[in-house]
């Protein structure tokens, strides 16, 4: 599986910006998608998955009610859409996918760097 981001960039806080996750290759054997984040100097986060049909989501705390996560089955895409930006929120944002049969996300985009200005 492929995956590759995009929509990333700098806006200011309050702001919105719409990342995409474009996926190829054996989408099949998908269970979820998901997206994470990593900030300067620390580890990586969940932030939000969604379901292979896009049935169920789940998001962290931190992003419930600002962040939704959707998806597009006909063209292979997850979309993360941010609202209301704080700049708690800069940090380079990866898709990855958690295959069927399997407990951690395997597969991983090359992330997309967002920054939020205060």
């Known amino acids: 599986v492929q995956l590759v981001e995009s929509g990333g960039g700098l806006v200011q806080a309050g702001g919105y910006l719409r990342l995409s996750c474009a996926a190829s290759?054996?989408?099949?054997?998908?269970?979820?998608m998901g997206w994470f984040r990593q900030a300067p100097g620390k580890e990586r986060e969940f932030v939000a998955a969604?379901?292979?049909?896009?049935?169920?989501?789940d998001y962290t705390y931190s992003v419930k009610g600002r962040f939704t996560i959707s998806k597009d089955n006909a063209k292979n895409t997850v979309d993360l859409q941010m609202n209301s930006l704080k700049p708690e929120d800069t940090a380079v944002y990866y898709c990855?996918?958690?295959?069927?049969?399997?407990?951690?996300?395997?597969?991983w985009g090359q992330g997309t760097l967002v920054t939020v200005s205060s």
């Open positions: 990855a996918v958690r295959p069927v049969g399997k407990a951690r996300y395997d597969y």
């Open positions: 290759g054996r989408t099949s054997s998908t269970y979820r």
């Open positions: 969604i379901s292979w049909r896009g049935d169920s989501t």
